[in-house]
Nanobody, 128 residues
Framework: QVQLVESGGGLVQAGGSLRLSCAAS????????MGWFRQAPGKEREFVVG????????YYADSVKGRFTISRDSAKNTVYLQMNSLKPEDTAVYYC?????????????????????WGQGTQVTVSS
């Protein structure tokens, strides 16, 4: 199991930016794809963006394309989510997750069940 710890959430005005970080334990972080999901009150947890083990492939939900950017730093065992042009509808708890099933695969999972371990989440609130 990989321990994941998110940070960087907070309160920001619409149009502002935040950068979330997800630090992973263990030396196998770089073997696997990572993803960010979010869950707003009363809604299902939804996929936001994912990145392959190498960083060579990414996949974004339509709702965040052009505004959010995912990246990873294997030396730091960390994946980042840069969020720009934030909107009130981006308000949610953001979770990072790791897919430990497919090692070294250039594939970006987009479904919750494809991820094995999850962080505790970090709250992002965007005021109008």
């Amino acid at each position: 199991q990989v321990q994941l710890v998110e940070s960087g959430g907070g309160l920001v005005q619409a149009g502002g930016s935040l950068r979330l970080s997800c630090a992973a334990s263990g030396r196998t972080f770089s073997w696997y794809a990572m993803g960010w999901f979010r869950q707003a009150p009363g809604k299902e947890r939804e996929f936001v963006v994912g990145i392959s083990w190498s960083g060579g492939s990414t996949y974004y939900a339509d709702s965040v394309k052009g505004r959010f950017t995912i990246s990873r730093d294997s030396a730091k065992n960390t994946v980042y989510l840069q969020m720009n042009s934030l909107k009130p509808e981006d308000t949610a708890v953001y979770y990072c997750a790791i897919d430990r099933t497919r090692r070294y695969k250039d594939y970006v999972p987009t479904r919750r069940y494809e991820y094995d371990d999850w962080g505790q989440g970090t709250q992002v609130t965007v005021s109008s």
